[in-house]
């Protein structure tokens, strides 16, 4: 499933987890994603992810 850029947040995309999505993960071996703040914090702990919040959730991650 591809998204736009633009497109709002929804759900968090990994599994098992129906938070809603606040952070845009970029991963260098797969395609970009929205996770939820606490996804993210789990993910980021690996080498080379990177998170920024998506728009409107600024407050989300620090
Ligand atoms: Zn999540």
């Not at 987890?17 to 993910?43: G, I, N, Y």
Request: proline share 11%.
């Amino acid at each position: 499933m591809t998204a736009d850029a633009g497109d709002p947040p929804s759900t968090c995309t990994e599994s098992d987890c129906e938070r809603q999505a606040a952070v845009r993960l970029r991963v260098p071996w797969e395609a970009d994603h929205a996770v939820c703040p606490a996804c993210a914090r789990a993910l980021v702990q690996r080498g080379g992810v990177v998170a920024e919040p998506l728009p409107g959730h600024e407050d989300a991650w620090p």
